[in-house]
């Protein structure tokens, strides 16, 4: 796919930083260049919220399933078939009437790639890392998100080795909906926790 | 270490601005830098390298310029190549040659297989010194080095919420000489009205700390 | 406040370069600037309207630019001019018109006189709390507002080194309602190697703090 | 002296906007053009280091003065006529072949304007301020200053109220110096703290 790319002249002065760098990778043997397209077909084509959404909308429907992934989210994970670099390690943090999770890396931008894909630069930012570990509920309502007084706000800084989602709730009015269609209620932003899902809203 | 990466409750930063229908990588040049990240073995030191980022470059740049910086970095400081090598590639690129081509079908297959499910490695470690439901403090005087232990947690105390079976102290394991220290780890729950000024009412915040972090309250 | 400007112990930060004979201002805008920020009443809080700027802009723009900045934004927030203004005046001069003259010698004489030996003011407050020799710790939870305690004394343990006649505590009288809040204030001393991880041997900070700032050991 | 500077069409955006400023302020009647000249000239002609460097040759010769001046700076600078914005409290510490003293502020760029003029770019830039604190003695060795590993280095962060200046150490082989001739050894440096007096080596 990038045949092209790599043909043209760079447009940016990232872009012929990047492409010097993959030259003198290749030419020291370093770098394989379908090693690179490999993992960037995997985040293009395959990885990506889908697969924590298929995570969370079983969980809705399979009390056991639910109940493992509370417990060990990593080997939940591995059910379905998702795992791997920055996923190795995972936990599942459960949203109920009483508590509200959030997830951010103060120090990075720490993210369960297999289930969640690549993080959105929004949540690799400065203004969300420096901002939602000090003023969540102000943060969550410029994401359209008000919760009332009485919920607690939990703030997860995943900046060591475990990888977190979250496991919203499942909303009203969704009795008789398949675990695809529950699936498709579950976005991105919901297991980061800056939205919760609605139905007829999803992404 | 105090570096521009240690973000968390630092002010003065506006909106959190969310881009509809975000791609995983906005130009071809950032997966090309993931995939070389994850593939190409220029030495530790990932993340310490970006965090050593002069302050203000670091502010004005990109992720995916922070990992092209990293892998920079450690390319030279580890000796795999050279200032010079990458100008010279520079300049053949700007001059019109294409990036070069090398097949290695074993690479891409082991590439895609970081991304799929694989064992844990397990470390054996003195026995944790906490227990759930401890109150820890953590220690005032943070390595000048990477460290794990967000800044704004100097001197905090918080209740220890789950205790992990050791891992090494990625402080240690990061700073590129090779040590291994594993460690009993831990998530420890900080009421943020004891770390600022908050908005009421108040939260809870939660972050994985290693025993080398905590001392008891 | 966790601002940008609370650089203390930060990171990342590259040689301190000095410039050789070096003039009290280096364009003439400069020393308008500073001119207008001593003599144009545009109300309080010239600290706390810098250290609120982006953290990117603060670290990008220079010393003169912040103050420019302070003067702008006070007299904006405090209804004394708006940015409509702002813009029109710098359309008019962009188009080749002259900034205007006022001439008020008496204001002139007040404005030489500031840099000339004043009496102080003298406030009463309640007896200082902690005297010389005195362990102390810095409060863990400093506002975030305006404040004249750096980040970096967080939970920090010290020793007051001497104790100073009351004074206005700043982070009250910088914020801009009026009030006025005089406390006793010390100079403290802090061992380095119990701030950071630092080179050996080890030095001394000493810093003024009201207070408010502190606790007893 | 500025006649011409504001009769010319601005350099840069910066000068555009601080003359924009002048021009709201001077039609709002809230400042005026002679007072912002009078502080401008005040700092281009008359004050400076010049006049701590008096302060500390007095010192040097005077142990009346050294006493006065270590007890109560700013009424042994207005002995000398050096007051007012930025020195109404002010303190000198003095240097001991034990103790060697350097000012900074952290949080600002705080520094005693009627004695030592308007602050050096570097004393207000982010890598002295954040450095310095820290490690002092590396800073200083960018200055050219190596420091025995026995003497104590204090650093005086004096974002308060109150203004320091250091008080050097008479330097060796200057015993037969008039008081105006070692005001001229005193550098601004030195009062700072990132140098110490040097005969033949002033600036």
Not at chain 2, 11 to 29: I, L
């Amino acid at each position: 796919m990038t045949e092209q790319h790599r043909h043209a002249r760079p447009k940016s002065p990232q872009e012929l930083r990047a492409a010097a760098l993959e030259t003198v990778l290749i030419e020291k043997g370093l770098a394989s260049t379908d090693a690179i397209d490999a993992l960037v077909d995997a985040f293009e084509q395959e990885i990506g919220p889908q697969n924590g959404a298929r995570m969370v909308a079983r969980a809705w429907v399979d009390p056991a399933y639910r109940e493992r992934l509370l417990r060990d989210a990593a080997g939940a994970a591995a059910e379905l078939g998702f795992g791997g670099a920055e996923g190795d390690h995972m936990r599942a943090v459960e949203n109920t009437p009483d508590v509200h999770n959030v997830i951010v890396c103060t120090l990075c931008s720490c993210y369960p790639w297999p289930v969640l894909g690549i993080p959105p630069v929004w949540y690799k930012s400065p203004p969300y890392r420096a901002r939602v570990v000090r003023e969540p509920r102000a943060v969550l309502t410029e994401f359209g998100l008000e919760l009332g007084p009485d919920v607690e706000v939990r703030v997860w800084d995943s900046s060591a080795e475990l990888r977190y989602i979250v496991l919203p709730m499942r909303p009203e009015g969704t009795d008789g909906m398949s675990e695809e269609e529950l699936a498709e209620l579950v976005t991105r932003d919901c297991m980061i926790g800056v939205a919760v899902p609605r139905v007829g809203a999803a992404a | 270490m105090d570096g521009m990466h240690d973000l968390g409750g630092r002010q003065g930063f506006g909106r959190v601005e969310a881009e509809r229908d975000e791609p995983p990588f906005h130009e071809p040049w950032e997966g090309r830098v993931h995939g070389m990240s994850e593939t190409a073995e220029v030495g530790p030191g990932f993340r310490h390298a970006i965090e050593r980022m002069e302050p203000a470059a670091y502010l004005t740049t990109s992720y995916y310029e922070h990992w092209l910086e990293s892998i920079e970095t450690r390319g030279v400081e580890h000796g795999v190549f050279t200032r010079e090598e990458l100008a010279a590639a520079a300049g053949r690129i700007a001059a019109g040659e294409p990036v070069p081509q090398r097949s290695d079908p074993e690479a891409a297959v082991a590439a895609r297989a970081m991304l799929r499910p694989r064992p844990k490695s397990t470390y054996t470690a003195a026995p944790p010194r906490h227990a759930v439901g401890d109150r820890v403090t953590v220690v005032r005087v943070l390595p000048s080095g990477h460290t794990r232990c967000p800044g704004y947690l100097r001197g905090a105390q918080g209740v220890v919420e789950r205790v992990h079976a050791p891992m090494p102290l990625l402080d240690v394991f990061e700073s590129q000489d090779g040590r291994v220290q594993p460690e009993a780890w831990y998530t420890v729950a900080f009421a943020a009205d004891t770390l600022w000024e908050v908005e009421r009412p108040g939260h809870t915040v939660l972050v994985d700390l290693w025993e080398s972090h905590l001392e008891a309250t």
